[in-house]
């Protein structure tokens, strides 16, 4: 049987079925967190087809691979070495130096955290500002908004990564620079939004403090020529990020500064242990017990064979509000693709469209479409409260995500409206009916720490790279993001009225803008 045949047979099947027997599947766990994958079109024959398309695709192979520094990035002839960043005794002499561009950058962390590192005119630093954009930014901000509460109490933290001039203007108000040090954060140091915003810092600063400037500068880049040339002759302090690290898995590196230059000082050293610990849990399950291949199989069965175009990240944490934007970035740039590295095109579905939000946020709002909509989403709640001392609170946040993983599933038929509620008019009882039949995982942590955030980035990040493989894509490059590049640059200077273009709406659009 085919998982075509498998997914048709269970289709065929009342979901309230397939659930009954499903409600004997044990979870799994690993590391801080346990996920449960009752409430899925799933059975143990079509499981089993699915470890069999593990096994065929070979994905413990590919995480060997991935821990033995092969060239997993293959277009750009790489090694993908993230794990190493987290890594507290690599082995090869490769991942050593990866490491090692981490205890740089927390060397300098603590100098400027405990003022042994100070700004031009002697006083110590008060404020980080993170200049960065795409991977260079959303992993220190969701770190940095995940622990606010752990963010030292004399230093404030901002950051800028969009084009617009407000977003500097904002992060810059009220701030001395004498006492504002920059971090600016960009792979290549060829970013056009980040050099811009890097650009009008330096001039600030500049204006502030004079001649050096750059003290108030540490730029994090695999491209330490441009970043010297940046610096005109002047002395600024370069951290390496390695180019084994793609910008969205760099969450872990030396960019991160200035979450551990402003976060307490257990904070980046928790939350790259756990990561650390998924690492050797991905690397050593058997695909049965494996989360990352559970997961990136269910990606698959989802996504390219029930042929579901989106999933709903419903994060019951306040810390994890920004995890949704995070994850757009890691599985969308990664696998929203459709050719392979051999120039052939996917046959099937890849990666599917990731959005979603904050529970219980998101229930007074979007969750409205999740239930009654037409559209059917695959949800994925994330239970794990940041703080566990207001039982209060948690067992209401808890109960919401709970109850809305069931209505989800087992929606609510007329005749169940009708037996609550006899009185209601036809009409009315007609719009409260749930469709149900909505599969949904259920992640679950006691409490949200640095550690537990750590090992939740890290199975991602190997559930993205295991699922790439499934579609036989390359998840570590991104040619999709370059084509709107190089024609924003052309259209700079129709903007400016210095050119015409020959796309007859463009050209209507920018004469309506110029005047
Ligand atoms: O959006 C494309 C991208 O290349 C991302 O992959 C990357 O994280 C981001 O731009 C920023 O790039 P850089 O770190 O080189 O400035």
Redesign the pocket.
């Known amino acids: 049987m085919t998982l075509t045949d498998h997914a048709e047979r269970l289709r065929a099947l009342p979901f309230r079925t397939i659930l009954s027997i499903r409600a004997a599947t044990k979870p799994l766990s690993a590391a801080g967190w346990t996920v449960d994958l009752s409430r899925h079109y799933l059975d143990t024959d079509a499981t089993a087809a699915l470890f069999a398309l593990a096994e065929r695709h070979d994905l413990k192979g590919a995480l060997a691979s991935l821990f033995d520094g092969e060239k997993v990035n293959t277009s750009e002839d790489r090694a993908a070495l993230h794990w190493a960043l987290r890594a507290a005794h690599p082995e090869t002499e490769e991942a050593q130096q990866v490491r090692q561009s981490v205890l740089a950058a927390e060397t300098l962390a603590q100098e400027i955290a405990w003022a042994t590192r100070k700004g031009a005119s002697g006083e110590r630093f008060d404020t980080i500002v993170h200049i960065?954009?795409?991977?260079?930014?959303?992993g220190p901000r969701l770190i940095a908004d995940a622990f606010e509460d752990k963010r030292r109490d004399d230093i404030d933290l901002r950051y800028c990564a969009n084009l617009d001039p407000l977003d500097l203007d904002l992060a810059l108000s009220g701030l001395d620079p004498a006492r504002t040090f920059v971090v600016g954060?960009?792979?290549?140091?060829?970013?056009e939004?980040?050099l811009y915003n890097l650009g009008r810092a330096r001039d600030w600063v500049r204006a502030g403090v004079g001649k050096d400037w750059a003290k108030h500068f540490a730029l994090v880049?695999?491209?330490p020529a441009r970043a010297t040339d940046w610096l005109d002759g002047a002395e600024g302090l370069l951290l390496d990020?390695p180019e084994s690290i793609?910008?969205?898995f760099?969450i872990w590196s030396a960019?991160s500064l200035a979450c551990s230059i402003a976060l307490q000082s257990d904070v980046m050293e928790d939350f790259r242990a756990g990561a650390e610990a998924m690492d050797k849990h991905v690397e050593r399950a058997d695909i049965a017990d494996n989360l990352a291949i559970r997961l990136a199989l269910l990606d698959y069965w989802n996504a390219s064979v029930l042929g579901f175009g989106a999933r709903a990240l419903l994060a019951y944490s306040r810390r994890l509000r920004l995890l949704p934007a995070y994850l757009q970035?890691l599985e969308m740039?990664s696998n929203g693709k459709s050719v392979r590295p051999d120039g052939h095109a996917v046959s099937e579905a890849t990666a599917p469209l990731l959005w979603g939000g904050e529970g219980t946020i998101g229930q007074h709002s979007y969750h409205q479409w999740l239930h009654q909509s037409p559209s059917m989403v695959p949800a994925e709640f994330i239970i794990a409260p940041g703080a566990t001392d207001e039982l209060d609170g948690v067992t209401g946040l808890t109960a919401h995500a709970l109850a809305q993983a069931e209505v989800l599933a087992n929606g609510r038929s007329l005749a169940d409206v009708q037996a609550d509620e006899p009185h209601l008019p036809l009409e009315i009882a007609a719009q409260k009916v749930h469709a149900g039949g909505r599969p949904s995982t259920i992640m679950h942590a006691p409490r949200l720490t640095p550690y537990r955030l750590g090992s939740l980035i890290a199975l991602f990040e190997h559930r993205t790279y295991l699922a790439g493989k499934l579609w036989g894509l390359n998840s570590f490059d991104?040619w999709g993001?370059?084509r709107g590049?190089t024609m924003a640059g052309k259209l700079k200077p129709a903007l400016r009225g210095e050119r015409q273009v020959s796309d007859a709406i463009t050209a209507k659009l920018i004469a309506q803008i110029r005047s």
Request: charged share 25%; hydrophobic share 25%.
């Open positions: 960065g954009i795409g991977g260079s930014d959303f954060v960009s792979k290549s140091f060829g970013t939004e980040t880049t695999a491209n990020l793609g910008g969205r760099s960019g970035q740039e991104q993001v370059e590049k």
